[in-house]
């Protein structure tokens, strides 16, 4: 089955701690998202990968780190430089560009303790 | 500043209603409006929208842009419990800097009522 996977589903952390979020796609996508969902605000976008090997920040990239080292793989860093970080977290990948369909993995819930 | 507005933000129906899910937007470069369905976790696709007038429909849920007054809605008829979802709005444009971009709107809280 092609589809996107993250793990951990859910996810504890003591402040002042890294944490490294799972995204794994088997689709042959070229571009990978990182999304944030909180409560009443849709969703905001974290870092995106058009390519292999190269990345850019998104809306609120502060206290995130990236990696895109093989196309099926785009793992998300939460530092402890990142203020707020509970919440869930949602990555996507697609074929087209910005403008087409983007499929979701389950997400991931962050819960800093 | 580019923004996606969905009203309303949460809905309360009984099986059986037809409910009208709004979304409007501000961006400089239209270029495409997602909707997607959110239970719990992933969200999944339903339609995506670049021209205006053309209605898209897929069994009880239908949608239709208007690209002169921006907007779109999500018409669901005859609902169901399973019905019962967040419904996503996001736009893809591109931006004042040349570059693409998808903003989602808050979302719609449905909750179908047996």
């Known amino acids: 089955d092609g589809g996107i996977t993250q793990s951990p589903k859910y996810l504890f952390r003591k402040e002042g701690q890294n944490v490294t979020l799972s995204c794994e796609q088997n689709l042959n996508h070229d571009a990978m998202y990182w999304y944030r969902q909180d409560p009443g605000q849709g969703l905001r976008l974290i870092y995106y990968s058009q390519i292999v090997n190269d990345f850019q920040k998104g809306d609120i990239a502060e206290g995130y780190s990236v990696s895109r080292e093989k196309k099926e793989s785009f793992p998300l860093t939460v530092t402890s430089a990142q203020k707020n970080p509970t919440a869930f977290y949602l990555c996507?990948?697609?074929?087209?560009?910005?403008?087409?369909?983007?499929?979701f993995g389950p997400g991931t819930r962050l819960t800093v303790l | 500043e580019d923004k996606v507005v969905q009203s309303p933000l949460s809905l309360v129906v009984h099986e059986g209603d037809t409910v009208t899910l709004n979304c409007s937007y501000e961006v400089t470069n239209f270029r495409s409006l997602l909707w997607y369905k959110q239970e719990k976790k992933a969200p999944t696709f339903l339609f995506m929208l670049?021209?205006?007038?053309i209605e898209k429909k897929s069994g009880r849920l239908s949608s239709i842009l208007d690209k002169k007054e921006l907007f779109s809605i999500l018409n669901i008829t005859a609902t169901q419990t399973g019905d019962s979802a967040v419904y996503l709005c996001a736009v893809g444009y591109l931006s004042s800097s040349n570059t693409g971009k998808l903003i989602f709107g808050q979302g719609t809280t449905l909750q179908v009522k047996p």
């Open positions: 670049t021209s205006s007038g």
């Open positions: 996507a990948s697609s074929a087209g560009g910005w403008y087409n369909e983007q499929f």
